[in-house]
């Protein structure tokens, strides 16, 4: 395995950057969507239960169709990243957008009444104190997102484009077992890292979180 | 001072929460608003600060109509503590009490500062000041919670059950505590409880509510217990109203008999009182004496559980210096009761 890994050294690590960058811009495109929807969701009341069926329904579609179906409506070419990158922010706004609007209702209502009396205006009022008590749910959802990517990504490889998941396909023509097992490992050190890399940031912006009763650790 | 102007209250369904209130809240005092749930005190509370609108009516602070100024502006100049506390979760307890001044532009070192005097003050050591609420006990909590709300120094203050969650104990340490440091503040105070007896024993003045969200009574305590309006408020406020009603008066004007007609009375050589000769000839407790600043309440309760049927004063360097018989008290009271029953006819 490491005679494969020094030899294809170059393949390998181009795999890995596209992996990462496949998985986890759709991240940051998906929770910046995520963040106006849920608020919407829990602003408007109504909208509420429309939106988490619409969610449902959306992470619903295996990953493969969506892969395939994307460049139909978006004009792309089939086999270009960008139907990987927009598929995997669909999913990632799916999953986000509902666990902000959890997040965002799961604030107890005697804070934000508090806050109110004390004399919060509504938009310092989701800013200071809603945002940021639903932080340790709303990380928790980002935590599920970036390791479902992250797995998700090597299905891509069936058009064409799927980071370490090339080096299933190359494992799989050439009947030879170390690119497969190369692209495992690094897929779940890839995960492991990514979801440390957020429980890290949680910690640091969430220090409180940890003497919550059943909060998030 | 707080008025409400014939104030209603109708929710969207027709049911009525306040029915034409008419009240005064004087300024420096404290008003405690009670009632059973659902009788319109915690609407009535929340139209001070405009969480609730009234549907017609007016309420006016210091003769100025809330309605006609900036919603957090005027929050922001009024304290409030809720059941529970309403901590923010995500901040220090210091930084939980720097929040109004926060909000009102002050820096965050001048509005700390002042938060950790306030801390001081509701009797929370600097230790706490970088925890968070979580790791707080509930009494503990709520203190952060009265700290909070007088952090800006509001000349107004509402509370809306703010002792209700802690244990008795606690409780009452806590009342202790708040009426101390009113008596520093002297606050306007609009306090809403459901229990009648937190109402008599922290209130300078009583609004009882009943069902409907009908003002069934306002006065003093003491003109709660002995004037109850109608049968709805005599028995709210208990069976036992005549005699916490004597927790009002002192001892002062009780007529007392010489010592040495307590003939079982056992006196040390200062002459201060030591206990009660019983028949198998030991000393039986004292079981507490009271001076003439004490409350006739105590005077009564000792004339009923000495074993001689007598209560015991004694003067400010201890020594008995006279007795009262309970028949003696029972005449006493009676002649009170007429007095003021001719009094208010009057």
């Known amino acids: 395995m490491i005679q494969y890994l020094t030899n294809n050294s170059a393949t390998v690590l181009a795999a890995l950057q596209q992996h990462i960058m496949l998985a986890l811009l759709p991240v940051l495109i998906g929770f910046a969507a995520a963040l106006p929807i849920g608020y919407l969701g829990v602003r408007f009341p109504w909208l509420y239960h429309p939106l988490i069926n619409t969610c449902g329904v959306l992470y619903s579609i295996p990953s493969l169709a969506l892969f395939l179906f994307l460049p139909v409506i978006l004009g792309t070419k089939v086999l270009s990243p960008v139907n990987i990158v927009v598929a995997l922010s669909i999913y990632t706004v799916a999953l986000l957008a509902r666990t902000v609007a959890d997040g965002l209702r799961s604030v107890d209502t005697t804070v934000t009444q508090a806050a109110t009396a004390m004399g919060y205006r509504r938009t310092r009022l989701l800013l200071d104190v809603e945002l940021p008590v639903a932080m340790p749910v709303i990380l928790a959802g980002l935590r599920v997102a970036t390791v479902s990517n992250i797995s998700l990504v090597s299905v891509g490889t069936l058009i064409g484009v799927g980071g370490l998941g090339q080096l299933f396909t190359r494992g799989f023509q050439l009947f030879y077992m170390e690119p497969i097992l190369i692209g495992i490992i690094l897929s779940v050190l890839l995960a492991g890292l990514a979801d440390l890399i957020i429980v890290l940031i949680q910690r640091a912006v969430t220090p409180w979180a940890r003497f919550q009763r059943g909060g998030a650790a | 001072m707080i008025t409400f102007d014939d104030v209603v209250k109708v929710y969207p369904g027709g049911s009525t929460a306040v029915d034409h209130l008419s009240i005064e809240l004087p300024t420096g005092k404290m008003t405690v608003l009670v009632g059973p749930s659902g009788c319109g005190k915690t609407t009535s509370l929340r139209m001070i600060n405009r969480m609730v609108t009234p549907?017609?009516?007016?309420?006016?602070?210091?003769?100025?109509?809330?309605?006609?100024?900036?919603?957090?502006?005027?929050?922001?100049?009024?304290?409030?503590?809720?059941?529970?506390?309403?901590?923010?979760?995500?901040?220090?307890?210091?930084?939980?009490?720097?929040?109004?001044?926060?909000?009102?532009?002050?820096?965050?070192?001048?509005?700390?500062?002042?938060?950790?005097?306030?801390?001081?003050?509701?009797?929370?050591?600097?230790?706490?000041?970088?925890?968070y609420p979580a790791q707080l006990s509930g009494g503990q909590q709520q203190r952060v919670g009265v700290a909070r709300a007088l952090a800006a120094d509001p000349p107004v203050m509402l509370m809306d059950e703010p002792f209700s969650a802690v244990d008795p104990v606690v409780r009452e340490q806590l009342h202790r505590e708040f009426l101390r440091l009113q008596q520093d503040l002297g606050k306007t105070i609009a306090m809403v409880t459901h229990d009648i007896d937190e109402a008599i024993k922290l209130g300078d003045m009583v609004a009882v509510f009943r069902q409907g969200g009908h003002l069934a009574q306002f006065g003093t305590p003491q003109q709660l217990l002995e004037e109850p309006a109608d049968e709805f408020v005599a028995e709210f406020v208990g069976r036992d109203r005549g005699l916490r009603s004597l927790s009002f008066d002192t001892a002062a004007k009780v007529p007392v008999r010489p010592v040495a007609e307590a003939a079982d009375l056992v006196l040390d050589d200062a002459g201060r009182p030591e206990g009660w000769r019983t028949v198998g000839g030991t000393t039986a407790a004292t079981g507490g004496v009271f001076t003439v600043s004490d409350t006739l309440r105590l005077v009564t309760d000792l004339a009923i559980s000495s074993p001689a049927g007598i209560a015991v004063r004694v003067g400010p360097d201890g020594k008995a210096d006279g007795i009262v018989r309970h028949h003696d008290l029972v005449d006493y009271l009676a002649a009170r009761r007429e007095d003021r029953a001719a009094e208010s006819r009057a």
């Open chain 2, 55 to 131: 549907t017609s009516g007016r309420v006016l602070i210091d003769g100025q109509d809330v309605a006609s100024q900036d919603e957090a502006l005027l929050r922001r100049g009024i304290g409030y503590v809720i059941q529970h506390a309403g901590l923010f979760p995500h901040r220090t307890v210091l930084d939980n009490v720097a929040t109004v001044p926060m909000l009102l532009g002050r820096t965050r070192r001048e509005a700390r500062k002042a938060a950790l005097e306030l801390l001081e003050r509701v009797g929370l050591s600097e230790d706490f000041a970088k925890r």
